[in-house]
């Protein structure tokens, strides 16, 4: 781990309050306390690795990617989830730091949880375009692209920077009450692929009409309060109601599909019919 940004002599010192819990043990939760050098951009996962650096290495982490990209570093930081890799010490303003295991989640160890029940949600969502053309997938019958103008993309986009780190998950006072709900990120996932228009499965509104599905949201906007990507599933969720109430008519036109050549295509990218 690279600590020179910890290590410069103009540091300043946090209070790191760190959750542990061991499912395997039956001794019970703590928190433990340590005091960690920090500069203006060293984030709670850095401190955290410094932890397991120099004081207590069994303290339990997951992280990957140090970008807000791989979702795998959330937790609750003060109370509120958010993803350790993008959350500065010296943006917090606070002398103690207290970092959680995301709730609605099983604990692992310490700031693991377990994800099992999350994605679950997310595959009962079929995740994927899903086309009535099984020659698409021949590709001995040639290669196919699907033609979506700007606007079309813009219909789904936003959702689909979803990374699946499980804030919104964590914040939902819904999934709190009920395990069975989908919650927020499977719901705005449903959405993406209900509004691209290569997708052309029938069956997307009625695997979320269910008691505990869609209509179990009660809108508390915490989810699109926490996400750190801006997919705002709160509004995946109303749109996808508007359609299953009427309130919005679902003229989806089919992305029109274009055979590319192969080897012998010399468009340069460009579309070809
Ligand atoms: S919708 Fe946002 S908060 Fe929820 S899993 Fe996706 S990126 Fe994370
Ligand atoms: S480590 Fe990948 S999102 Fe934080």
Known sequence: MNNTAIDNKNEQKITLKVYRENRGQ???????????????WTTVLDAL????SYMDPSVAIRYSCRMASCGSCGMKINGVPKLACYTKISELEKSTIECEP?????????????????????????PYIQTNDSTEADTSKGTFSFYQSPEDVDKYLQFSYCINCGLCYSACPTVGTDLNFPGP????????YFADTRDESKKRLDIVDDRHGIWRCHFAGSCSK????????ALGIQLLRSYMLG?????KVPAKKIEVNGNNNNNNGADTE
């Open 226 to 233: 926490v996400c750190p990507k801006g997919v705002d599933p």
């Open 102 to 126: 995301l709730s609605n989640f099983p604990i692992i160890r310490d700031l693991v949880t377990d994800f099992s029940r999350f994605f679950n949600h997310h595959k009962s969502m079929q």
């Open 49 to 52: 690795l410094y932890v397991k």
């Open 185 to 192: 990120q499977a719901l705005a996932q449903q959405y993406r």
């Open 26 to 40: 039956d001794s019970g939760s703590h928190h433990d306390t340590f005091e960690v050098p920090y500069k203006k």
């Open 247 to 251: 309130i919005s008519k679902n003229d």
